[in-house]
DNA sequence: CTGAAAGCGCTTACAG
DNA sequence: CTGAAAGCGCTTACAG
């Protein structure tokens, strides 16, 4: 493996001249950069990352922390991260974190281990530890998607009990009374988007009722399935549904066809997230978009800002969410069944 | 931050014990050892990953290659993988690649700077430079999803052409005789599915026909919708349609429902790759299923035999698809329409 | 069993 | 403008 030890004997200069070329620093001379340049070009070196990384203590690469499990949203979002940084110079490198204490130990070894410029968290970590370290060395860490009280740090996020708010008032809107609720325990998002589902119940003086409400293990399509059916052998009738993700209103209508239920005709759905797909079901998902290319392009403008600043200003961005209007919700008619 | 030699400090022992307690070497003093880690624990140490890998030559990562534009099959399959490399103790890179020379640039520049361990493909690459860069340091590589002929490498895949066939014999043998095809030119796999689809026709006595083809930019759901506009705008009858990736498919039965003509009564269909999706959408989607899980748990397995071992034997393996028989598909019968 | 020393491949003051 | 030297944080022979 060719080394800047070779290319300093190859091109007859120091290696300190060939690491000024390689790191463009100003007054070299051009012939000896000519030469060194050939050098390089012909063995095909490039710098070994790892000892630039140790001597520099800079490793030009940010860390996005997700869920293993990371629903279709939060792919599209990462995918997104990941182009942006790159665009700033950036490497990404995923942890992926499992559910649970080990999982957030090992992630938290990862960072203490691998020092990358800054992170990007797409999910909450407990371990108190953690933001300790953070905090003591001054490592740049942006929370994208959502928000965290305890912990002073700069966050990009919708306001998810408000658009959850405006998800459940368009089915009130529409004549529906009775309206469900598939949600998970899991993430302060779940929680968020049924806080909002239960503001717009009391704020148009309906009763919230533990019985529409159906808690799933994960937000997965699967679980929407899930979900609709334990709703429906409860026999207690409703004549929409507000599913949390996307991905949980559409395994909930998948469900409702397999009973011979219509969306919107005999019940109306609305999901959360604007997953591609969504424009694509039969029938189409009405829903929340979240402006997920803006939200991807503000954290990765936030965490460079972060890294190459000195004072490290934190700020809480609240994006604007929209609701995108839809097959899958109708008016409530005189021929709406009761969804069991 | 923390280093060995703190710790060596600490503990009042030369950093050579340090490390030989990191890494679990046998031999050393237990009550030194249990000073040693009291002094980690306390400090949380971790041991820097960059100095490691410098002085050991290994990096303990191996990387992904990856199209930019990953599809939902490609997705599974990745997460798939980092899974199972994670089991085995390494981590992952992932290395998307954007179409182009530059992008096959980007990545052979970042194989050469971050040495990783080894390598999986899940994308082509063409330069031939990198192909020779491998060879030359034995840098292990697993090619997953295709063979490369001009190479000689582990892969593993599936037997496309012959899975196609599968495919299209299935929609053959209910009776379908004008069947198009929706696929790109982008990518080995779409090539030989449409020969999959050609030999079939062959196989049954049945025409190729250039205007029962079309060829789409991408392997997305959109793409799907423009493909299926394409054809229906070419007044070539058909009665069945094979599309090359399941959302090519799920695309292509969202544009068939707007304009009235249902699947399967009046156009059957059949996708390839059998994503998460494709058992929830309306109606269920017949598709030809890859052993996705198997591929991955055999790719990280190649991988590190190939990793771990002295002869690298290359062995290229095919696994089994299947045909899954959902609800896109029916008999072709009288009343069957023309699809235009 | 254990420490001092050399070395991995870089960058960065420091002289000249 | 440029080279020799020190040092980053580790691991690994090599003595003892």
Same mark, same amino acid.
């Given at each position: 493996?060719?080394?800047?030890?070779?290319?300093?004997?190859?091109?007859?200069?120091?290696?300190?001249?060939?690491?000024?070329?390689?790191?463009?620093?100003?007054?070299?001379?051009?012939?000896?950069?000519?030469?060194?340049?050939?050098?390089?070009?012909?063995?095909?070196?490039?710098?070994?990352?790892?000892?630039?990384?140790?001597?520099?203590?800079?490793?030009?690469?940010?860390?996005?922390?997700?869920?293993?499990?990371?629903?279709?949203?939060?792919?599209?979002?990462?995918?997104?991260?990941?182009?942006?940084?790159?665009?700033?110079?950036?490497?990404?490198?995923?942890?992926?974190?499992?559910?649970?204490?080990?999982?957030?130990?090992?992630?938290?070894?990862?960072?203490?281990?691998?020092?990358?410029?800054?992170?990007?968290?797409?999910?909450?970590?407990?371990?108190?530890?953690?933001?300790?370290?953070?905090?003591?060395?001054?490592?740049?860490?942006?929370?994208?998607?959502?928000?965290?009280?305890?912990?002073?740090? %700069?966050? $990009?996020?919708?306001?998810?009990? /408000?658009? *959850?708010?405006?998800? @459940?008032?368009?089915?009130?809107? !529409?004549?529906?009374?009775?309206?469900?609720?598939?949600?998970?325990?899991?993430?302060?998002?779940?929680?968020?988007?049924?806080?909002?589902?239960?503001?717009?119940?009391?704020?148009?003086?309906?009763?919230?009722?533990?019985?529409?409400?159906?808690?799933?293990?994960?937000?997965?399509?699967?679980?929407?399935?899930?979900?609709?059916?334990?709703?429906?052998?409860?026999?207690?009738?409703?004549?929409?549904?507000?599913?949390?993700?996307?991905?949980?209103?559409?395994?909930?209508?998948?469900?409702?066809?397999?009973?011979?239920?219509?969306?919107?005709?005999?019940?109306?759905?609305?999901?959360?997230?604007?997953?591609?797909?969504?424009?694509?079901?039969?029938?189409?998902? %009405?829903? $929340?978009?979240?402006?997920?290319? /803006?939200? *991807?392009?503000?954290? @990765?403008?936030?965490?460079?800002? !972060?890294?190459?600043?000195?004072?490290?200003?934190?700020?809480?961005?609240?994006?604007?969410?929209?609701?995108?209007?839809?097959?899958?919700?109708?008016?409530?008619?005189?021929?709406?069944?009761?969804?069991?």
């Amino acid at each position: 493996m060719v080394s800047i030890k070779d290319i300093a004997r190859i091109a007859d200069v120091s290696v300190s001249t060939v690491s000024r070329i390689i790191n463009n620093k100003k007054g070299v001379n051009l012939e000896k950069q000519a030469r060194v340049l050939q050098a390089i070009k012909s063995t095909g070196y490039v710098p070994n990352k790892a000892a630039r990384d140790m001597v520099m203590k800079r490793t030009f690469t940010v860390a996005l922390i997700i869920p293993d499990t990371f629903n279709i949203f939060q792919r599209q979002l990462f995918s997104n991260i990941e182009h942006h940084l790159q665009k700033f110079g950036y490497r990404t490198v995923f942890y992926f974190v499992a559910m649970g204490p080990d999982g957030e130990d090992d992630c938290f070894q990862r960072v203490k281990s691998e020092r990358t410029d800054g992170i990007i968290m797409l999910q909450e970590i407990q371990l108190h530890a953690f933001y300790e370290y953070l905090e003591s060395n001054k490592i740049p860490c942006v929370i994208t998607t959502f928000e965290k009280d305890e912990w002073t740090s %700069t966050s $990009i996020h919708v306001s998810e009990e /408000e658009a *959850a708010h405006a998800a @459940v008032n368009h089915l009130i809107q !529409l004549g529906h009374r009775r309206i469900s609720l598939i949600c998970g325990k899991r993430y302060s998002f779940s929680l968020e988007r049924k806080r909002g589902y239960r503001n717009a119940l009391e704020y148009a003086g309906l009763k919230y009722d533990e019985n529409l409400v159906v808690y799933v293990d994960s937000y997965s399509v699967l679980s929407g399935g899930e979900g609709m059916r334990e709703l429906m052998k409860r026999n207690t009738p409703f004549t929409a549904v507000f599913a949390v993700t996307d991905e949980l209103a559409i395994g909930a209508m998948r469900e409702l066809k397999d009973h011979g239920i219509s969306v919107p005709q005999d019940v109306s759905i609305v999901g959360f997230d604007d997953i591609e797909i969504s424009s694509f079901t039969i029938p189409r998902l %009405t829903t $929340i978009r979240q402006p997920l290319g /803006e939200m *991807a392009q503000t954290s @990765v403008a936030m965490i460079h800002s !972060l890294i190459t600043s000195e004072n490290h200003l934190n700020v809480n961005i609240a994006m604007p969410s929209q609701l995108i209007i839809r097959e899958s919700t109708s008016t409530l008619n005189g021929n709406a069944q009761d969804g069991t």
